[in-house]
């Protein structure tokens, strides 16, 4: 059991320190960010004030 497991930590550390997955999961959470944020009703309330904060100076 220990083996599996100390050969699942080495794995998971080589794959985590790639750059290449390192950068999709860097994309992967700045796009769910995104999405989170536009679904949160309270964020989605800030983003509205700010957005007819602007509207209003022009």
Do not use: C
């Given at each position: 059991?220990?083996?599996?497991?100390?050969?699942?930590?080495?794995?998971?550390n080589g794959v985590a320190t790639s750059p290449f997955v390192l950068?999709?999961?860097?994309?992967?959470?700045?796009?769910?960010?995104?999405?989170?944020?536009?679904?949160?009703?309270?964020?989605?309330?800030?983003?509205?004030?700010?957005?007819?904060?602007?509207a209003n100076r022009d």
């Amino acid at each position: 059991m220990l083996d599996t497991m100390l050969q699942a930590f080495v794995t998971l550390n080589g794959v985590a320190t790639s750059p290449f997955v390192l950068l999709i999961v860097a994309f992967a959470g700045a796009y769910l960010g995104m999405r989170v944020v536009e679904i949160v009703p309270f964020t989605r309330r800030i983003i509205e004030r700010r957005e007819a904060r602007f509207a209003n100076r022009d």
